[in-house]
């Protein structure tokens, strides 16, 4: 343990602080600052010079991102493939900030074709998003792999098709699927249960900002979240409580009979278990049986 000053203290040690503040006075420097005073400013620009960094966050992973009340950020964009069937996360995938969404869908498509693949054996047939998905080449390629497109169009005025055939058609066939009843009734599905997702995990689970770094640090952490909302999913289908604070409306007699009925089950399990005389025939060996294979997950960290 350094029980010393550091380096980066000594070096500003000798820098003269009482030229520094006229400077800040001078110019009104530090009016009204949020606890980011000009001192602290430097102190960050100069360790970041002093330690060859390319930012003051480095993260060479983010990029420039606008926000939707105009401020500039580093970001990371999240996208999720959700099942209008059931509501649950499919896929989650992140991907680079300044990537158009017409860009990044075939990602997200195909680690929700392969994890869907794993339920069905059809996957999925049906992809439904918003105008920003929209582009000719996105069209042509789900009609490719045998997707029904449902990707309301933008307003982009007379449009010229002239040796745009393949594309022309592609968008008129979606353009009449949305107008229909069944796309309009998916859109509506999609703005109830895509969203009802970013809400958990961005909004409830606080991952709208994040202090990590690195893609695949986030990612992991975006993983963890939709593996939370999709076991809330199934234990609100199965218990019909998803949640600890869907107790938070019941009595207390309902609360002592649950915990009641759960301290005697358990009890007769055990009870069970210790005057049992064949459970030498229900023990499970620690030793493996020949030619069990393990099989064994990472995370890769």
Not at 25 to 41: E, L, N, V
Not at 52 to 64: C, K, L, N, Q, W
Not at 287 to 300: D, K, N, Y
């Amino acid at each position: 343990m350094n029980l010393g000053r550091t380096v980066f203290s000594q070096l500003i040690a000798f820098l003269q602080d009482r030229e520094f503040r006229p400077c800040v006075a001078r110019y009104s420097g530090d009016y009204r600052p949020r606890g980011f005073s000009c001192w602290d400013q430097f102190l960050c620009m100069a360790f970041a010079q002093f330690t060859y960094r390319e930012s003051p966050r480095d993260d060479p992973d983010a990029r420039i991102a606008k926000m939707k009340d105009g401020r500039t950020h580093l970001a990371h964009k999240a996208e999720h493939a959700v099942d209008l069937s059931s509501g649950a996360v499919v896929a989650v995938t992140l991907e680079a900030a300044d990537q158009g969404d017409a860009a990044t869908i075939g990602q997200t498509l195909k680690e929700a074709q392969a994890n869907a693949a794993l339920v069905h054996e059809c996957g999925v047939e049906e992809v439904v998003a918003d105008k920003g998905y929209h582009s000719n080449q996105v069209l042509v390629e789900l009609h490719a792999e045998g997707v029904r497109s449902y990707i309301p169009e933008p307003e982009r005025g007379p449009r010229k098709w002239d040796g745009k055939e393949k594309e022309q058609q592609r968008v008129y066939a979606n353009r009449r699927r949305v107008s229909g009843r069944h796309g309009k009734d998916l859109q509506k599905l999609r703005s109830e249960l895509t969203e009802r997702s970013f809400a958990h995990m961005y909004e409830t689970g606080g991952m709208r900002r994040t202090h990590l770094r690195k893609r695949n640090h986030i990612l992991k952490r975006l993983l963890f979240h939709a593996v939370g909302f999709n076991l809330a999913l199934l234990l609100r289908e199965r218990y019909g409580i998803g949640k600890p604070k869907t107790l938070q409306g019941t009595s207390d007699t309902f609360l002592l009979l649950r915990v009641a009925v759960a301290a005697f089950c358990a009890r007769w399990i055990e009870s069970a278990d210790a005057h049992d005389e064949t459970s030498d025939l229900l023990r499970v060996s620690s030793a493996p049986a020949p030619g069990h294979t393990f099989l064994t997950s990472t995370t890769g960290c």
